[in-house]
């Protein structure tokens, strides 16, 4: 695979996969509310995966090397990752009870991250372990945050 393309790919998956995760978690414990944690993934979906993908373009000329052309894959491969993976944690929450499915998207979450931190230790001939124990760790820091970050802001700002 073109580098461009894992470029956008990783990032793309890695950025899908922890900002839909903390804000899901943090707009669950915050308000409970289906629609609004379906907003938010939208809301990412769309314009995180823009933002994302103008941030490696931005990166990528930044380096003035390499043609055009790889920019533009670099970026158009963040996008859809990026799109893409939010859009899957849409699922759960659509079909589940909203308890549910933030517990099945952690699962999800992780195990893409997983997945993608296994093939990235693989590609560095390191010990897989290593990589995704520092991944998860990362994603599991996350989720636990953003769930006490929506606690402190209902408990704050409600009732």
């Known amino acids: 695979m073109k580098s461009s393309w894992k470029t956008g790919l990783s990032f793309g998956l890695t950025s899908g996969v922890i900002t839909t995760l903390g804000l899901m ?12 944690v379906i907003g938010g993934i939208l809301t990412i ?26 920019i533009w894959e670099a970026t158009i491969a963040t996008f859809l990752a990026k ?9 759960p929450v659509w079909v ?11 699962i999800w979450g992780l195990l893409l991250l997983a997945a993608l931190s296994f093939f990235v230790a693989r590609a560095q001939r390191v010990a897989p372990w290593k990589v995704i124990g520092e991944h998860m760790l990362i994603g599991l820091s996350v989720i636990v945050i953003t769930h006490y970050v929506g606690d402190w802001v209902r408990d704050r700002f409600t009732g």
Do not use: Y
Request: without cysteine; glycine residues 6%; charged residues 15%.
């Open 25 to 36: 978690v943090g707009l669950h414990s915050g308000t409970h509310s289906r629609a609004i």
């Open 45 to 70: 979906a769309i314009a995180d995966a823009m933002s994302d993908a103008l941030g490696i373009h931005l990166a990528e000329e930044s380096k003035n090397s390499g043609p055009t052309v790889q």
């Open 83 to 91: 799109f893409a993976i939010a859009m899957t944690f849409v699922i």
């Open 96 to 106: 589940w009870p909203l308890d549910r499915a933030i517990v099945a998207s952690a």
